[in-house]
C-alpha cells in the first residue's frame, strides 16, 4: 500500500533539492502518493499567507510530511514557518544524526564522528514571548515546563536503548540560569534514573561547544533545550561538512516532519547545481518511520556510494556535477 506523504517544497533551492529526493526515494521501489502543498514565498504570492491553512490540512491526512527549505526574514516580516508548524503540530523532538559521510574533506574527516542530537522544539527562547518595556528596551523571555523537559529526555533515552547508543549528555547552562536550566536538568536527571544501563553526563554548553570541536568522537546522544540545541546542531553540521550534509526531523505524537535544516541559497536558485543530500538523508530518516527500514539502508547505502567514488558530486562538496547528474547517481546505485 502507498504512503501519502504531504511534500513542502519551499523557497529558492527547495523545489529543486525537493523533486531529486522524490526521484531518489521513488527509486526505492516503496510507492508513495504525494499531497503537495506550498509555505513560503510561492504560498505567500498565491494566498497572502506564508503559512497557508492547506499545510496544516494535509498533514492532519497523512502525518508525514517532507520539506524543503523556507526562507524567513531576518529581525522583521513573517514569524518563521519552522517555528509555527513546529509549535502548532506540538513536534516536540528535533532530531539530528551527524555522520562523516564517505571521502567527504573534512578536517575531521579521520575521526568516527557519528552523534545524535534531541533537541527540545516548543518552547525556551523560541516560545517568542516578547516585548518592547520602554523605548529601545526589550525582554524576551525563557519558557522551560517540566513537561517539555520530561519528553524530550525521554526521547533521547528511549531512542537510546533502541539503537544500542551508550551515552547521553544532558547540555545547560544552569550555573547562570539556575530556575530555568536547573528545571531542565532535573528532569534529565529523574528519566536518567529510569535507564540505568546508559551512561549519563551533564556538561554546560560552553564547555560542550569547545569539547565537540576538540573531541567530537567522544560524543553520542546529546538532549539540549531549544536554543542552545539549534546552535549546537549547526556547530556539528559544520563538524561533518555543514548544513548540506546533515539530515533533520521533528517528531511528534501524531505527526512528522522531515526537512533539508540549511537555508533556502536564493543565490543559486534554478541554477541546477544545489546538493540534496540533506533533503535526502531526511528522507532516509522518513522511509525509517514510515516502517521502510530495508529501503532507507538502501538509499543511505547509495548516498555513500555516490560520495565514496567522488565523480558525481556538486560543487559545495569539491565535485562538478549537477543537481540532476547526482541525484541520477544515487538512483543508479539503487
Known amino acids: 500500500m502507498a504512503h501519502h506523504i504531504t511534500l513542502i517544497p519551499g523557497d529558492g533551492i527547495g523545489p529543486e533539492v525537493a523533486n531529486a529526493t522524490v526521484r531518489a526515494i521513488e527509486a526505492t521501489g516503496v510507492p508513495f502518493v504525494w499531497d503537495r502543498v506550498d509555505a513560503g514565498v510561492a504560498a505567500q504570492l498565491a494566498t497572502g499567507q506564508y503559512l497557508p491553512e492547506a499545510v496544516f490540512e494535509s498533514l492532519a491526512k497523512t502525518r508525514v510530511g517532507l520539506k524543503g527549505p523556507v526562507g524567513t526574514p531576518i529581525g522583521t516580516g513573517h514569524s518563521s514557518v519552522n517555528v509555527a508548524l513546529r509549535k502548532r503540530l506540538n513536534l516536540f523532538v528535533n532530531f539530528r544524526p551527524v555522520r562523516m559521510l564517505p571521502a567527504l574533506k573534512s578536517r575531521f574527516a579521520d575521526l568516527p564522528i557519528d552523534l545524535v542530537i534531541f533537541r527540545e522544539n516548543t518552547e525556551d527562547l523560541y516560545s517568542g514571548i516578547e516585548h518592547e518595556v ?131 541559497a536564493p543565490d543559486i536558485a534554478g541554477k541546477g547545481i544545489a546538493n540534496p543530500t540533506a533533503l535526502m538523508q531526511s528522507a532516509r530518516l522518513m522511509l525509517s518511520h514510515l516502517g521502510e527500514r530495508d529501503a532507507a539502508m538502501r538509499l543511505q547505502r547509495a548516498i555513500e556510494l555516490v560520495y565514496s567514488e567522488r565523480k558525481h558530486l556538486t560543487g559545495d562538496v569539491g565535485g562538478t556535477a549537477s543537481t540532476d547528474q547526482f541525484t541520477q547517481a544515487v538512483i543508479d546505485r539503487l
Open 134 to 264: 520602554v523605548t529601545d528596551v526589550v525582554e524576551s523571555l525563557k519558557i522551560i515546563t517540566r513537561v517539555a523537559s520530561e519528553r524530550i529526555a525521554k526521547a533521547a533515552f528511549e531512542y537510546s536503548v533502541r539503537e544500542h547508543r551508550k551515552k547521553v549528555v544532558a547540555i545547560h547552562k544552569a550555573n547562570i540560569m539556575k530556575m530555568s536550566d536547573g528545571l531542565f536538568l532535573r528532569c534529565c536527571r529523574e528519566i536518567a534514573a529510569g535507564f540505568p544501563e546508559i551512561e549519563y553526563s551533564e556538561l554546560i554548553v560552553d564547555n560542550a561547544c569547545m569539547q565537540l570541536v576538540m573531541r567530537p568522537e567522544t560524543f553520542d546522544v546529546l538532549v539540549l533545550p531549544n536554543l542552545y540545541g539549534d546552535i549546537v546542531s549547526d556547530l556539528c553540521a559544520g563538524l561533518v561538512g555543514g548544513l548540506g550534509i546533515v539530515p533533520g526531523a521533528n517528531l511528534g505524537d501524531t505527526c512528522a516532519v522531515f526537512e533539508a535544516v540549511h537555508g533556502s
